[in-house]
C-alpha cells in the first residue's frame, strides 16, 4: 500500500486540497479512528485533521494486523510493529504522539532469538533445539515415558522457583526413546528464565576434540566454554571412541571444576554401571578400572538418575 505522501505527491492544486480532504472524512470514519476518539472524547476534529499522516498510518496498520499474513510478509513500514496513537498534554496542549511498537509475533521472535542466544550446541541437530515444545505433546507421545517427563518438568519448575542446584540429571534408556528431545526441551525451557547452556553430542565432539590437539587455542575456548555454562549437556555419552587424553585431562578437567558449582546433565543407552565400564576402557590403554572409577566419581554424585522407558519414537515416525 502506498503511503499518504506518496498518493498525495501526484495531486497539484485544487485536486491536492480536495483529496486531502476527502482522505481526512474516510480517516475520520475509520473503526479504529473511532475507536480511538471513544477512548479520548477529548480529541478535537482539528487536532485530528492536522494530523492526518499519523491516522492513515495508524489505520493502515491495524487493517494489516487484522489479516495478518504473518511476520515474514508484514506489509507494514516497519515489519513486525504498527503505529500506536497516543494523547499526550504538553504545557496544556494537546498532541497525538505516534509510536511504533512490536507486535505478538515480533515480540515472539525477539524472545526466542534471546533463547537462541544463550545456547550453544556442538554436533546437535538444530531442529531439535529450534522447534516449538508442548508439555501435553510431550507426555502424549508415549504413556510410558510419563514418570521420566514429569521428573524433567519437575526439575525445571524447580529451578524456576528455588534457582540452579549444583545437581543435574542423568537421563538413560534404549535407542530412540527420546532422551533428547527431553534435554533439549529442558535447555530450552530454563534459557528462557536466562540461563546459559551448552549440547554436546559425544561421538561427534570426541573425535573433534582428538582434532584440536594441535590447536591450544581453540581447544582452551571450547573448555572453558563448557566450564562456564550455566548448563552442560553431554548427549549420547557412552557412545564416544574415548582416547586416554579426552578422558582424564578434558573430561576429567570439565567435570572437576562443574562438581559442587554447576549442574551437568546426561543422556546415554547406559546406566551408571554400564557408562563406568564404557569409561574404563580405551582402545589405547585397555581397562583401567580406576580411571573409570575417578571419572564416575564426578558424575555419579551430582546427579539425579531418571530412567526413561518407551518406544522407539523414530520407528513410530517411520
Known sequence: MDSLGQLLKQMRGPSFIQRSQEIADELLRDPAVRGLRQEHPELEESLLRMNVTRLYQFAADRRHCERCPGLERCPNDFQGHYSKLEVEVVNGITELVERKVPCALQTAKQQEDQIKKRIRSFYVDERALSEGYNEVEIMGKDRNRAPAVNQVFRYIRDVRENGLPNKGLYLYGSFGTGKTFLMSYLLHELAITGHTGVIVYMPDFVEDLKGMLSDNVKLKETVELMKACDLLIFDDIGAENLSPWVRDHVL?????????????????????DGLEKHLSFTNKDGEEGHKGQRLMDRIAPFVDVVHLHGENQRHRQG
Open 252 to 272: 576429567g578437567s570439565i567435570l572437576n571444576y562443574r562438581m559442587n558449582r554447576k549442574p551437568t546433565f546426561y543422556t546415554s543407552n547406559y546406566a551408571l
